[in-house]
């Protein structure tokens, strides 16, 4: 019976014109028209929100005079249509952490749509501006270059330029109204603003002595300062350099659900500027014809729904209204959604392209199926649990000796990049993957010496995609796909998709296309491509063989399940070293809310391994083995956080 099956399996080999081709072909087709029809969709309904009433163009802006050695910020000059007065006002428009200028492109074309000049810029670190970001620290530079290119531009109100921002660009506003050697900002508009980094680290983390703290080498914010480090916190410290009227013209917005901060800690700023024991929402505090304005507004927002609140949007440009002393501007509306959704349909769209070249690669290259794991006996099933039970001891040691061992060899944060939350961002998810990688492959040596011995587990401890077909009864081995199909699938697919959405995403100035630094993205892609690859034919060698019958979905189902539930544990068991204790509590997004730190992740990661484990066993299933799988998450993985969400900061 058992000697049966495997003969039919074994005669299913890859074919290339075999019965599924006219239904890949189809589906190449289906996914291709659908695909360009979304996109198509999608980019003429961003390009109607984007261009009415305003131009648009690129320019470079220089921080020569503030900074030494000068650096070039990126920016968008966004010129009404319509001015509202003539020679024009302005405005600067400074984005948040993790951002770019085109995050926050509709709140600045509907402010430059009711008639100011607004230039958009990208601060240090972030978008197309070199560098490194620095807690605020310089990124205020930024914004005083932006200011002197503007008072150089023809048309341009030099009397007339007001600064405004969201969470790091609401800081970046503040400071750079503080730090301004002449009199040359209007007024200042700040959407959340913080004086302290000491305060911000010890409500949102705990502290520089908690567990952020003890982590701090493996976060690429520690190539711009030291947390540790009294000296460098207290130099982006700037409450003391608040004044009766610097910032000049001050008015800060907060939500009240906003999970960085409280309503309480952004009081104390306006009440210091204001020179005040308390101020009340709501009510202006001096005058504007000598900068000594001072408001304090509070919504019902979030951290995140600030970016796109009519509420807070329509509280800085009535302000930044009153400065320039002009009538009163229309409400913001909620016309960021839209073109948020249309952004999401080409995004859509350029995947179902991507799509139909995976079907496309199927049908070239062949389709073959393949058994997945030997067929056990009564008295082997026994044996193969204790294999799976070995795997998971291996991988959960392999995830605690992960950042230790990278300490150890020195590396630390070697990606530049990060993202929130601190502990979930790809310079240290980097640093758990490589360190994973060296113990795991130090542990296919062990397990290859012990199933050999014992002829537990596969016949190969470095299995090619149908080495289970093999069992020492001298079947041949069936075809696989080869490199070319293996190389095909993994970069065809992404290829097509950032070179589609690269161009389009700068015309139309949405979220770029193009990473940050090319350099670094491919080391990022390289580490989580070759963290999967190596993971992945760890769980398919020890793992799987535990599931015997792939054909059913409900066993495909639990394999995905147990799999990703191993992935999940081991996230999370990678962070008790630094953690005193395993379930420390730490500040969670959502206000006043504190969270057991292991179980948190584990859960965080359980959910976010399920796609790459389904991925994984679809390709496997289908003969082009983890390497192709591997290749197209690292890829996709590494885009995403050097393009959409991405900041340097070395």
């Known amino acids: 019976m058992m000697d049966d099956v495997a003969k039919e399996e074994c005669a299913a080999v890859p074919q290339r014109k075999g ?217 982006r410290d700037f409450a003391d350099t608040i004044t009766a009227d610097r910032p000049p013209n001050f008015l800060l917005v907060i939500g009240s659900n906003d999970e960085l901060t409280s309503v309480e800690e952004q009081e104390k700023v306006v009440a210091l500027a204001a020179g005040l024991p308390g101020v009340v929402p709501g009510r202006t505090y001096g005058s504007f014809e000598d900068g000594t304005a001072r408001k304090f507004v509070v919504t019902k927002d979030t951290h995140f729904s600030e970016m796109t609140s009519p509420a807070v949007w329509t509280a800085v440009y009535s302000w930044i209204f009153r400065a ?75 995830s605690l000796a992960a950042l230790p061992l990278v300490g150890v060899l020195g590396l630390g944060a070697f990606i530049p990049f990060s993202s929130l939350p601190l502990i979930l961002g790809p310079d240290v998810l980097a640093g758990v993957a490589a360190g994973q990688v060296l113990v795991m492959l130090s542990a296919f040596v062990l397990l290859a010496m012990l199933e050999r011995r014992w002829k537990l587990a596969p016949a190969s401890a470095w299995p090619r995609p149908s080495a289970w077909m093999k069992r020492g009864r001298g079947e041949e081995e069936p075809e696989t796909l080869g490199a070319g199909a293996v190389a095909f699938v993994g970069l065809v697919p992404f290829a097509v998709f950032a070179l589609l959405y690269s161009p389009t995403a700068y015309a139309l100035f949405l979220p770029r296309g193009v990473p940050i630094s090319i350099g670094w993205f491919l080391v990022l892609a390289g580490v989580t491509a070759a963290y999967l690859y190596v993971s992945g034919h760890f769980f398919h060698a020890f793992l799987l063989p535990r599931w015997t019958d792939l054909e059913t979905r409900r066993r495909r189902v639990t394999y995905v399940l147990a799999e990703a539930g191993v992935r999940g544990i081991g996230l999370g ?78």
């Open 19 to 235: 019965a599924a081709a006219p239904k890949l072909k189809k589906r190449a087709m289906v996914s291709l028209v659908v695909g360009l029809v979304v996109a198509a969709i999608g980019i003429l309904g961003a390009a109607l929100l984007t261009f009415p009433d305003v131009s648009i163009r690129r320019v470079g802006i220089s921080t020569e005079g503030f900074e030494s050695p000068a650096r070039k910020v990126s920016g968008l000059l966004i010129t009404p249509d319509d001015p509202v007065a003539s020679p024009t006002p302005a405005v600067i428009f400074c984005h948040g952490f993790t951002q770019s200028k085109e995050a926050y492109f509709e709140p600045a074309r509907e402010l430059a749509r009711r008639g100011v000049m607004v230039l958009d810029i990208d601060l240090r670190g972030h978008g197309s501006t070199g560098g490194a970001a620095d807690q605020n620290y310089s990124e205020a530079m930024d914004a005083l270059g932006a200011v002197t290119y503007l008072r150089s531009l023809p048309g341009v109100d030099a009397d007339r330029i007001a600064i405004t921002g969201h969470s790091r660009g609401g800081v970046t506003s503040t400071r750079a109204g503080i730090l301004q050697p002449d009199e040359e900002i209007k007024a200042v508009a700040a959407v959340y603003s913080s004086t302290s980094v000491r305060s911000a680290m010890e409500r949102q983390y705990g502290g520089a002595d908690g567990f952020i703290g003890r982590l701090w080498k493996h976060l690429a914010v520690s190539h711009a300062f030291d947390v540790h480090s009294e000296a460098d916190v207290d130099d």
């Open 324 to 398: 320039f002393d002009l009538k009163a501007p229309a409400p913001a509306t909620r016309t960021p959604i839209m073109r948020a959704l249309f952004q999401a349909m080409v995004m859509l769209g350029f995947l179902l392209v991507a799509l139909a070249c995976l079907y496309a690669g199927r049908h070239a290259f062949g389709e073959g199926r393949k058994r997945w794991a030997p067929e056990p006996t009564p008295d082997r099933k026994r044996d193969y649990g204790i294999v799976a039970l070995g795997c998971t001891l291996v991988y959960l040691a392999a």
């Open 573 to 650: 068991v990678a962070f008790i070293p630094f953690a005193f204790n395993p379930f420390l509590l730490i500040g969670g997004l959502v206000p006043h809310t504190r969270v057991p730190l292991v179980p948190v992740v584990a859960v965080i990661g359980f959910v976010a391994f399920i796609p790459a484990s389904v991925l994984t066993l679809f390709f496997r299933r289908r003969g082009y083995g983890v390497a192709s799988s591997s290749l197209l998450m690292g890829l996709a993985f590494a885009w995403i956080f050097s393009t959409q969400v991405a900041v340097r900061f070395f």
